[in-house]
């Protein structure tokens, strides 16, 4: 997670995280517009992401496009990847967001920026954390974002969210809407799961295809949590909007 939100996520709580990135995207004009990222060829529309009892106010976010341009390479043509999401091909949606969660953790071991690009943050590509088998926490959530994207899941269905868990600090995750459904994939390897388990995650910042947002909170009303989604491959995957 870049320099700067690190701090703001430990020290400045997150409302004080959320006015500073909403001042500093109104501060960064841009030729196609506030909140607008170049889109590729026959992608759908970018989806504001609402999670986590959140608006999402579309922001430019400017000074992250370097390394959101990198994370968001395709990689499914890479022999690596091919071979990453294999098993899953004849699976369903749900059973998919399982393996990959499961199988980015097994095969992609924890390394930060410094030692393993020299230096502070770096968004690696898709490719090259296949390629090094080692990545930090941003590294492994893009990855399992270009895996399901490869294994057909919508790129508007996709994102990187950066925020903080009250019990676990500054976190990045990948998130995946399924079904109409969101579906949380973070770094420590455990079954994906849907924001309304796990009320102590805060998203602060959004990247998807084509655009970004900061999380606004909102009141939280009494939600109650659904069944658990039975089925191989599925476990930790609940039924929550």
């Known amino acids: 997670m870049g320099l700067i939100i690190r701090p703001i996520l430990g020290l400045a709580g997150l409302l004080g995280c959320v006015a500073l990135l909403a001042d500093a995207a109104r501060a960064e004009p841009t030729a196609a517009g506030p909140g607008v990222m170049a889109t590729m060829p026959g992608q759908r529309p970018a989806v504001a992401p609402l999670?986590?009892?959140?608006?999402?106010?579309?922001?430019s976010a400017r000074r992250f496009w370097?390394?959101?341009?990198?994370?968001?390479?395709?990689?499914?043509?890479?022999?690596?990847?091919?071979?990453?999401?294999?098993?899953?091909r004849r699976l369903s949606r749900l059973q998919q967001i399982a393996y990959v969660q499961?199988?980015?953790?097994?095969?992609?071991?924890?390394?930060?920026?410094?030692t393993q690009y020299g230096v502070h943050d770096y968004w690696a590509s898709a490719s090259e954390t296949l390629a090094n088998g080692r990545g930090d926490m941003e590294d492994r959530a893009i990855l399992?974002?270009?895996?399901?994207?490869?294994?057909?899941?919508?790129?508007?269905?996709?994102?990187?969210?950066?925020?903080?868990?009250?019990?676990?600090?500054p976190q990045t995750v990948a998130i995946v809407r399924a079904g109409g459904r969101y579906?949380?994939?973070?770094?420590?390897?455990?079954?994906?799961?849907?924001p309304v388990h796990r009320p102590e995650f805060h998203p602060v910042l959004t990247f998807g295809y084509g655009a970004s947002w900061v999380h606004i909170p909102v009141n939280r009303t009494t939600v109650a949590a659904?069944?658990?989604?039975?089925?191989?491959?599925t476990a930790g995957l609940a039924d929550s909007h």
């Open 51 to 59: 999670f986590f009892n959140t608006v999402a106010a579309r922001i």
């Open 183 to 194: 579906y949380v994939l973070d770094d420590t390897g455990a079954p994906p799961y849907t």
């Open 226 to 233: 659904r069944p658990a989604i039975s089925g191989s491959g």
């Open 144 to 169: 399992k974002i270009q895996a399901l994207r490869t294994l057909g899941f919508p790129s508007s269905d996709l994102y990187l969210t950066l925020g903080r868990d009250s019990v676990g600090g």
């Open 102 to 114: 499961s199988a980015v953790a097994k095969r992609i071991g924890w390394r930060s920026d410094a």
């Open 66 to 88: 370097t390394e959101w341009e990198r994370a968001r390479r395709d990689a499914s043509a890479a022999p690596k990847m091919q071979a990453l999401i294999a098993p899953a």
